[in-house]
């Protein structure tokens, strides 16, 4: 991942205001962070979400998705042109229409539609799952996933659990809002009791705990499986209560060592 230097300097680059001879001054490198965060929560606010942390110092790491740095950039030293006395070229205003198409794929949620299970096949229905049933079923709530995973989680401390590592899709969500970074969140406005199922296919080189978590704190349930270069499969399921508000997402921690794991493949279904 990039830090917010790293970024300002390569968009401000993009707009001829950042030559060797004419170093910007730290004062400077602030205010494009704020306009950075102002710019990345007006994203969110459009349904855009990156996963991103508002930054503060050169040293932050901007959380977001590889694929999403050149339309941050780009879009970013647009808005801030005017501020800088800086040159928008046509090559940088096509970069950054082009990139914004990625930000809206990497970053929108998908809203499943939701049918009444008493409603026949007809006029917008057509999967094939249906074929041998006339009527819509129940929809999954949500369903989250990754599929060819090649991003490992770092362990850097025994038994010590962190995020799992992916940019996750989100396939369905009524009720929820899912994200890049595996989070589902009940957005429902109630109080909702869940099945959550978890399937993965994850490698390492140790003894693992998977870990769903709600709200970054509570451990609702867990699973340990010892890996190999081989991929094996690992499951989780139960019923939960959520809060308006609350979400869960998916840590994993080294039992024994050390050792990074990746989670190639996973099916994340709240129903």
Sequence with gaps: MATASEVAQRALHRILVEADEATLQATE??????????????????????????????TDTVTVPAGALRGIITNVAIEVAPEYGGHVSPALQQAAMESMKTLRKLGQTKIQVSYPTN???????????????????????????????TEAT??????????????????AAKGFRGDIDGRVQNISGQEIDVDVAISLSATGGSTYTFTLYRNGAHAEQTASSALTATPATVTMSKLITLNPGDWLDLWVEDDLATVDVTVIDCQFRLS
């Design 154 to 171: 770092a362990i850097a401390v025994t038994d010590t659990p962190v995020l799992v590592a992916g940019n996750w899709r989100v396939e």
């Design 29 to 58: 490198y602030t205010d494009f962070y704020t306009a950075m965060n102002d710019y990345m929560a007006d994203l969110e606010a459009k349904n855009i979400n990156l996963g991103y942390t508002p930054v503060t110092a050169g």
């Design 119 to 149: 409603l026949p096949i007809g006029s917008g229905n057509d999967d094939s799952n249906f074929y041998n049933f006339p009527l819509y079923t129940i929809q999954d709530s949500a369903l989250l996933s990754l599929s060819g995973n």
